[in-house]
Each structure stands twice: as C-alpha cells, then as structure tokens.
C-alpha cells in the first residue's frame, strides 16, 4: 500500500521497539546477497530501511505522530458550520470541504529540533442557520452543520468519517448602515461565536496491505516492497469547544473579506493498533524485472494520544457575493503549528 498512515508501522528489517511498536523480519539467506549487492552487509541494510522510515513517517515519536493526527481531526471541521462574512437576517444554508494538517503537539520546537511529524484530516459538511429575529434576539444567529460519509481506496484503505457542529453566534457590536455608501464600504460589527464541534475519523487497511520503498547505496538502489495481511486500524476522535471573536467587511458589494482570533478547548484520542505480517521482496540487483524473496516482515503496534489540551487560533477567509449566493475560503493557523483550508459555497438571506 502507498498510504503514509500504513505505511508508518509496517516497513523495516531489523527487530526494534518504541513505546508499543515492534518491527522485525526473519530474513532469507537471499537477504544478505542482496545486502552485498546493493552495497551493505545486512546490518547497514536493516539500519538504513529502519533510518529512513522513522524519517519519514514520524517513528521517532508515535505519540507525537499521533497527537499530530488528533490536532488535524480537531481543526477540520473549521469553516464548515459558521458563516462569518454575510450577517445573516433570516436563513442560510450551504456546504464545504476542509483539509486540515498538524505538525503535531510540539509544533514549531520539534520543527526546529529536526523532528517534524505530521497528522492530515478532511470533512465535508452541509449546514443551515437561522437568525432569531422572529422571535426578538435578531442579534443571535445559531448554526448546525452535519456528514457522515465512507470511502475505499484500491482495496487497500478504508475511511469512514463523521462531523458534527452546533454553534451560537452574537453581534457585540451593531454597525451603521450608511445608505447608498453601504455598496462601497460596509463593516459588519463586532461578533462572537461559540459552541460545539465533533469530529470522527476512522482508517482501516484492506485485505491486503503494499508498501514500496527504495533501498541501497547511491547508484546501486533497487525497489523494495512488503505486501502484508492482518489488522490496521487508525481512530481519530476530537470534541472541540471554540471561543471567537470576529469581524468583517464588505467592498463594493461583491466582495467580503473577514478575520478573527479564537481560542479552542480540545478533547479526544488518537488511537493506533497494527498486527499484520507479510513478505518482503526486492527487485533483483541483476535483474530488475525480477523479484528477491528478503523475508517475512511482522509489526504489531498499540498507541494512544490526543490533541492539545487548548490552543489559540487566528483566522481570515473571503468571500463573493453573488446576491444571495456566497462563495468563500477561509485559512486557519494555531500556534501548535495546525493549519486547514475550507472552501464552500452558502445561499444567504
């Protein structure tokens, strides 16, 4: 399999461990003349497959590569369940997509120490809202959004996903509205936005599980590959509770632009179990349309993390105004060094 998430756990030659992680290989007699061929002996070979995973995909720490993943669920739900530009007088709805990436709980300490890891998530939600004015709180605004959706890649990955906001929003401060000037210049006041945000992410691995991978000395590298079977399950979970503060304006007409600062409450677990087994293989040194058996490689592995306890985040987006349609963007970034994209589309009255 191709996919960073399986691929964390299931590569490697020598036995080693960290936390709850184990990878080992009971390797062939073809090993070691592989070894030679591509310029080691087998303890060079197993330490350079080992080196470069952990590189990679985060092994030096997986609770860190873990807490990276729980901050990317936690954030991607931003942008999906909120409308901050249009300043709703009736109701809304509409939908979105965000793509969210942490680089994981130490965020820019680890990036300065060389021990980047990172944790990817998406959502799509659909939303509505409505403005309590019907009922004299015209200065109130409440927001539900919701999606459920499952997902298969090549046989090889399962995802399964749920997202879930509910959010309050009030206008602190009212702005003027300045007649005919209002299609040039129009601020929107003051709001603050609370609520609720819960998110679910689930990757499961296929019957059958390939990673592929280069190894060997410059000039004599050859591919390697190990096609494993058994259990991988990655769960992400985050319950988010959102303090924000925001603004925004309006430029003749068509165009909105807005920005505000939050701080996040955050729960919820990352939780990684691996049991698979498989076979190793090589392309042959002398001849690359044929394959070397190099063994039988085993992980297991059972790890659990979270995300940030609480985090400060900063966020701006635009929008385009098409009478009652509204077409936007929004950027997030926290100081953890977490970051999502949205992009949607909502009809506004």
Do not use: C
Request: charged letters at 15%; a negative charge.
């Amino acid at each position: 399999m191709r996919w960073g998430l399986v691929s964390t756990f299931i590569f490697g030659l020598a036995t080693t461990s960290f936390a709850d992680v184990v990878i080992s290989l009971d390797p062939t007699p073809e090993a070691n003349d592989f070894a030679a061929a591509v310029g080691y002996d087998l303890n060079q070979l197993e330490a350079d497959i080992q080196r470069d995973i952990q590189e990679i995909y985060g092994l030096f720490d997986p609770d860190e590569y873990l807490g990276a993943f729980a901050n990317a669920a936690s954030l991607s739900n931003k942008g999906l369940g909120v409308d901050y530009a249009s300043n709703m007088t009736s109701f809304s709805f509409g939908g979105g997509l965000n793509v969210a990436a942490s680089a994981g709980n130490e965020g820019f300490e680890g990036v300065q120490e060389g021990r980047l890891v990172g944790g990817l998530a998406g959502n799509i939600s659909i939303m509505a809202g409505i403005n309590l004015g019907v009922v004299g709180f015209d200065r109130v605004n409440l927001y539900a959004n919701y999606f459920k959706r499952s997902m298969s890649f090549n046989d090889y990955l399962n995802i399964d996903s749920t997202n879930l906001g509910i959010h309050a929003q009030i206008k602190l401060i009212t702005p003027k509205v300045n007649g005919l000037a209002k299609y040039a210049f129009q601020w929107g006041g003051l709001d603050l936005t609370t609520g609720l945000q819960s998110s679910t992410l689930k990757f499961t691995g296929g019957e059958t599980i390939r990673n592929e991978f280069s190894v060997g000395e410059n000039g004599m590298q050859r591919m390697a590959s190990l096609t494993a079977t058994g259990d991988y399950e990655l769960d992400l979970n985050a319950i988010v509770v959102p303090i924000e503060l925001s603004t925004n304006a309006r430029l003749l007409y068509f165009l909105s632009i807005y920005g505000g600062v939050g701080a996040d409450l955050q729960a919820g677990k990352a939780k990684l179990t691996v049991n698979v087994t498989g076979d190793l293989e090589a392309e042959d040194p002398n001849d690359p349309s044929q394959t070397v058996n190099l063994g039988t490689g085993n992980i297991t592995a059972s790890e659990e993390s979270g995300p940030s306890v609480g985090k400060f985040r900063a966020f701006a987006g635009a929008q385009v105004n098409i009478l009652q349609l509204k077409i936007y963007t929004q950027a997030d970034l926290t100081q953890n060094l977490a970051a999502s994209l949205s992009l949607g589309a909502r009809v506004v009255w």
